[in-house]
């Protein structure tokens, strides 16, 4: 059985209904520390789970057999320059807890990494998987600490620790968690809203960023349905789900463990400018305005970061490959949003 700690973040619930419709629906149990909507009851088994209260955890990982975990429990980059000391206890000591559950009970651990583990002083276009890295947010730091404990475990215990470095993830139902590639999920919102959006990154701002398929509208609207009935990707056969982050991130699951010649990779699959996403969905949206006003701090942290990230490695030890580049994302963000839209108001 897997446990998705962090559950109800941007990824959670998208990645259950994968892992469900693969596993099973009772296989896959979704957790975090707050009550979730009701439509993610209906889809599945949810717990509450605090990383930071390691007798709790324990507990379920044992009266639950779980065999595999999904770590998404994090204080993301912007939020966590607000709130370093929350960022340290949940992304440091909470991954401390995990590793030493899944060590103890021989779990295979997911920990995402991220682009923000990189700093100013990384390369930065592409930026590879092994190369110097110092970033300056709390983050990073947290992220840079959990790929070596989790490759130390690795290397001194056995773990079974798989780490992948996601670029800014966007994802049409479900909300970004204070990070600061948020504005490439909010821009869209704003375009089908209201036709306009105010950018807090630099119209210049090259960054990597990566398609999440849909979850919340399906279990909202649908109840639980393969991607075979979804009116947008009928053509796509059923195990296909439709995205690039969930695909990865199952391949990568599910990868036999000696294809892995690293434990953590870097996966890419489009890098853009705010400029650049704002020009495509004007292709669509014709009179869509954007305009700027930056917030420093995620100015400074997104110009210490990658703007392209190498991932050979993943291509060539277990079969990586993105499906989704811009003009795609921007056609089935503004679908997914605009239909979701109108869906909710019929509901
Ligand atoms: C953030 N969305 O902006 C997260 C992510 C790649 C960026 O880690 O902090």
Redesign the pocket.
């Known amino acids: 059985k897997v446990l998705i700690t962090g559950g109800l973040g ?1 990824l959670g619930v998208g990645l259950a209904k994968s892992l469900r419709r693969r596993f099973g629906k009772f296989n896959v149990i979704l957790s975090d520390i707050r009550k979730p909507p009701n439509h993610v009851y209906n889809n599945g088994p949810f717990i509450f789970s605090d990383i930071l209260d390691y007798k709790n955890l324990r507990e379920i990982v044992v009266n639950n057999n779980i065999s595999w975990l999904v770590h998404y429990s ?1 204080v ?5 320059e607000h709130n370093v000391a929350l960022a340290k206890e949940v992304n440091i000591t909470g991954f401390h807890n995990i590793l030493d559950i899944a060590t103890e009970h021989g779990l295979r651990v997911f920990v ?1 990494s ?3 583990a990189f700093g100013p002083s990384s390369p930065k276009d592409p930026t590879p998987d092994l190369c110097v890295q110092r970033p300056r ?1 709390i ?1 990073g730091v947290s ?1 840079v600490h959990a790929e070596l404990m989790g490759e130390y475990y690795h290397q001194r215990y056995g773990l079974d620790f798989r780490c992948l470095r ?4 966007i994802s049409a139902d479900s909300q ?7 504005y490439a999920v909010q821009i869209f919102h704003a375009a089908v809203k209201s036709g306009h959006f105010e950018c807090n990154l630099r119209s210049d701002t090259r ?2 960023m990566m398609y999440i398929g849909k979850a919340n509208f399906d279990a909202f609207c649908f109840g639980d349905i393969g991607t075979e009935t979804l009116p947008f990707h009928s053509s796509l056969p059923p195990s296909t789900y439709p995205d690039d982050c969930i695909r990865a991130t199952m391949e990568f699951l599910e990868a036999p463990d000696d294809a892995l010649v690293s434990r953590t990779y870097n996966i890419n699959a489009m890098s853009f400018t705010p400029q650049e996403l704002t020009r495509e969905i004007q292709k669509v949206l014709s009179d869509f305005k954007v305009t700027y006003n930056v917030d420093p701090v995620r100015q400074a ?1 997104a110009d210490g ?1 990658p703007k392209a990230l190498e991932d050979s490695a993943a291509r060539q030890d277990w079969g990586w490959k993105h499906e989704y580049n811009l003009p795609q994302l921007v056609q089935t963000m503004l679908t997914h949003i605009t239909l979701g839209n109108k869906l909710a108001r019929a509901f």
């Open positions: 941007q994090a993301l980059s912007a939020v966590g995402p991220t682009i923000g947010t983050y992220k996601y670029p800014g993830i970004p968690g204070g990070g600061t590639t948020d960054l990597p942290i970061w």
